[in-house]
């Protein structure tokens, strides 16, 4: 069971920025309204996700760090509901195989939380403590036994360039949560969860960009686009800047790049990519995902209409908006 695991982490956490995409991805399932993502160094010798959710209760604890223990439901429809991020149920188990686990967790039900320690896969302790409602998740020495996998890792610094990153794309596709990240104690991204993705971009990337964004805001029968675009002057060489989220997940679509650019390319005279920030909600039973295991590509069953009403939108903001 524990080789498995070690197997599956291979293929799920790369590096720390893995680990915390996985533990926020939990913690924002579990309906947690802030959540705070603390490293030190590079994360691997010590990483902390802090969230307000649900928690879990005592008796699941355990089962929760099991291989395939999912509380969620399973079908490929439900892998981009809006409801769930996780759905293997390996995440948890992964990690712990590879790490020094200690969750620290309470539901609001119980009057007593619980602190579990697992390493390398093997329970070290539970017990009862005292704890405010949620889930605390501390990964000490994540690759402490597999050192081959150790030796991959970038320095520090490019380290916390993924996790910042991350963090700055789960909180533009999630702008009602407030999120928290520091790093060696500084803070480094902090978002206030009132919703306004604008409030977001202006903390990440400033004022000029913020100073010249347009607003995008359509919506049909099976899809809804909210976000911003930047005006063309603010155009990229590179697609760096193209950012958009489909029903809260940063994945990628051709047919939505495709769509974005080309409405962005008849403002403008050469090759040129959009700053864009855009959440994308469309019917669930209308996806198709072909899963990886670190990349997944979106699929649409009406890809043709898909694009144009996203070219559409898009070209209507740019040419409207600036009047
Ligand atoms: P998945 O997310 O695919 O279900 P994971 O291994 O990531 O699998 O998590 C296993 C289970 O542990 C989840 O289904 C959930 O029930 C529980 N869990 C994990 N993290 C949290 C959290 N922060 N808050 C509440 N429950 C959690
Ligand atoms: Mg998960």
Known sequence: QNTINKIAAGEVIEKPSSVIKELVENSIDSGATAITVEVKGSGLSFLRVTDNGSGIKKDEVKLAFLRHATSKLVTVEDLLSISSLGFRGEALASIASVAQVEMITKTADDVTGLRYQIHGGREISS???????????????????????????????????????????????????????ISNGTDKLFTSGNGKLRDIIY????????????????????????????????SRGNRSFEGYYVNHRYIKSAVLTKAIEDAFRTFVMIHKFPFTEINFQVRPDLLDVNVHPTKMELKFANSQDIYSFTYNAIRETLLFKEL
């Open 127 to 181: 017990e009862e403590i005292g704890a405010p409602g949620g889930t605390t998740i501390i990964v000490r020495n994540l690759f402490y036994n597999t050192p081959a996998r150790k030796k991959f890792m970038k320095t520090d610094l490019t380290e916390i360039s993924y996790i910042y990153d991350l963090m700055c794309r789960i909180c533009m596709s999630h702008p009602k949560i407030s999120f928290k990240f």
């Open 203 to 234: 903390h990440i990337y400033g004022r000029d960009i913020t100073s010249n964004l347009l607003e995008i805001n359509a919506e049909n029968d099976y899809m809804k686009i909210s976000g911003y675009i930047a005006r063309p002057c603010i």
